[in-house]
């Protein structure tokens, strides 16, 4: 961890050593190669489909997968790949800005608790102990049902507890940095305290909490999914994975694609995204 | 926590368990207590007028204001907070149900046994299963099933609870006909055979994390000098694992359990709408529907309480098991 002590000032590092090194790892080559087709089919989709994800063809409902319609159609009529694509676009959007927030307020919360210790990391120690038996997935029912379907609920609930686990590691590892010569050097040299945090604390910790954040995406999604499947997260007609499992649950004995592909592209950006991470981590244990 | 050494406490005649006992009482409640005000303010605050919500979008002006002054939200809040604190603390629920008129804790009380039926079956299940896996893959370590198993989580840690419930009962319920697509059935052998599909189902989303954490747990105290010794000693093999070694490895992975406590508990309420169990998940999403606050608040604060008791217990248990715990705090 410390290796990047030699010159205080830890400038970024060259670029061809970062791409060999991604090179050799597999499962972050994988899992990125995974999402960037997931995220291009869902920026291009209006080109590769030319059906709507909305509009209803009440001539065509519960067809088979075929060459016209790659996954069949629904109850509706609609293009089971297009809306599945389409979903996308919704549920990794609201993922991605769900855990935008917690991410970074969970990062400065542990890093100047980790660093200053004190009376603020008794504090926040004593609230992300308590809160790591937060019952969590609870809230988010709570949250989603009072404040009406949408996305509302979620952002809430991740801005109320997504941060705590990134506060942790970063809490963790800025305790234990500290410690080290180069950060003592750094203070003897007299930096201000912001520069060690932002220059020397920040590249350090970043790593690991991104490692995390790839793990705890997969939780915001699967909980995304898992509200609008009860009705309570997305409002139809937007396409949502978790909706339109639970529209297809009525045809499962004769259409059981409708069901299982929705689900299926959950657990394909779970693969995605725990590969990138578990890549990450490597890459960054490699290093150190 | 302080810088004396467990002996010398012990010396002194003072037990440090009762210390660190009484932090994790106080934690505990805490926790409760946030939960408690959460949902009351988090009910409150979020855009949304219950009582229009109750009511529907077609409710005239005076109707919607009529029900707000029976729910009692026309107060000021922190008057509605004591209210409520009022209401919990003297009769351990809050409120009557807006749709039945029944107190909400005698609705809890009919549905909680089989939702707790089927968390206990689940749990005995995952513990079963990770068991099995995690001796497996540890005495397999870096060979074939060593690395299957540790794909497994891998695979495992998108897939919505709901899905695998799906798909369990299209496979297991629809195609093989081995067990019945939902509901309960008659008797005790009737509802544990109900039930079995619901619990693989909620247990399938503990055991991945159950597994690899006991796998890296055996594997620690495998390397470890003790087990060297007993090897050295000619203890059979398998006395050391299941005697030693596991004894000695399950407690981080029970100390884990207890921390995805709440997702099981959430995961059994939402697998209970797959398979149409009459739980308190149906309770809870039927209270959703016909918007009945009461009941939503009531099961909110059931729930939480259960989560933080048993982990609670599962700390207790933990620190009985094995005095080292402690000394970790």
């Known amino acids: ?288 | 926590m302080t810088k004396t050494s467990p002996t010398a406490r012990r010396k002194a005649g003072c037990p440090p368990s009762y210390r660190w006992l009484a932090i994790a009482a106080l934690r505990a409640l805490i926790v409760i207590a946030c939960v408690t005000t959460a949902v009351f303010f988090l009910i409150r605050i979020v855009p949304g007028d219950p009582a229009k919500m109750i009511l529907g979008e077609y409710a005239t002006a005076e109707s919607i204001a009529a029900l707000r002054r029976t729910l009692g939200l026309d107060l000021p809040l922190w008057e509605q907070f004591v209210r409520f604190l009022h209401t919990l603390l003297t009769r351990g629920d809050t409120g009557l149900s807006i749709v039945s008129g029944v107190p909400v804790r005698q609705l809890i009380a009919e549905r909680a046994p089989v939702t707790l039926l089927l968390i206990a079956l689940a749990c005995l299940l995952a513990a079963a299963v990770s068991l099995v896996l995690a001796v497996v893959a540890a005495t397999n370590k870096d060979k074939l099933l060593d690395h299957l198993i540790r794909i497994f989580p891998a695979i495992t840690l998108g897939m919505p609870v709901f899905w695998v419930g799906l798909l369990l009962i299209l496979l297991f319920g629809v195609h093989l006909r081995w067990f019945p697509v939902g509901g309960i059935g008659e008797g005790w052998t009737g509802m544990l055979y109900s039930l079995a599909l619901p619990a693989i189902t909620v247990a399938f989303s503990q055991i991945p994390t159950l597994v690899r954490s006991l796998r890296a747990q055996m594997l620690e105290v495998l390397e470890s000098d003790f087990v060297v010794t007993l090897r050295a000693a000619r203890i059979p093999r398998r006395v050391i694992l299941f005697k030693h070694v596991l004894r000695n490895s399950a407690l981080p992975t029970l100390m884990l359990f207890g921390v995805n406590l709440s997702y099981l508990i959430g995961g059994t309420l939402v697998v209970e709408q797959v398979f149409g169990i009459k739980g308190i998940g149906s309770l809870l999403f039927t209270s959703i529907s016909s918007r009945d606050f009461p009941v939503i608040q009531g099961i909110a604060l059931y729930c939480a309480f259960a989560v933080v008791a048993i982990g609670l217990l599962i700390e207790i248990a933990a620190w009985r098991l094995d005095p080292r715990t402690k000394e970790k705090r």
Not at chain 1, 46 to 72: C, E, K, M, N, T
Not at chain 1, 258 to 281: E, F, N, Q, R
Request: hydrophobic share 55%; with cysteine; proline share 6%.
């Open chain 1, 1 to 288: 961890m410390s290796h990047r002590s030699i010159s205080p000032e830890a400038g970024p590092l060259p670029a061809g050593r970062g791409w060999s090194r991604v090179r050799r790892t597999p499962a972050l080559l994988a899992g990125s190669f995974m999402m960037l087709v997931l995220i291009l089919l869902a920026v291009f989709i209006p080109w590769i489909s030319p059906y709507d994800p909305i509009a209803q063809d009440l001539s065509a409902f519960l067809r088979p997968p075929s060459a016209d319609h790659w996954l069949g159609t629904d109850q509706l009529g609609r293009d089971l790949f297009t809306r599945l694509i389409y979903a996308a676009r919704t549920d990794l959007g609201i993922m991605v800005l769900a855990e935008i927030i917690p991410f970074c307020l969970g990062i400065t919360v542990g890093m100047l608790a980790g660093y200053y210790g004190g009376w603020v990391d008794t504090i926040v120690s004593l609230v992300t102990d308590t809160f790591i038996a937060f019952p969590f997935y609870l809230i988010v029912i709570i949250v989603a049902f009072a404040s009406g379907a949408g996305a509302q609920g979620i952002y809430i609930t991740f801005m109320l507890v997504g941060w705590i686990v990134f506060a942790r590691v970063s809490r963790g590892l800025a305790a234990s940095l500290k410690r080290q010569e180069w950060i003592a050097s750094a203070q003897t040299l007299g930096l201000p305290g912001w520069r060690i945090l932002l220059r020397h604390l920040l590249p350090n910790i970043l790593p690991q909490a991104v490692v995390v954040l790839m793990t705890d995406m997969v939780g915001v999604l699967v909980a995304i999914v898992t509200l609008g499947y009860l009705g309570i997260g997305i409002a139809p007609p937007t396409p949502d994975w978790g909706t339109m499992v639970a529209d297809g649950q009525s045809f499962m004995t004769t259409a059981w694609w409708l069901s299982a592909m929705p689900g299926l592209a959950v657990v394909y950006t779970g693969i995605a995204l725990s590969l990138i991470g578990d890549g990450l981590a490597d890459l960054w244990r490699r290093k150190s």
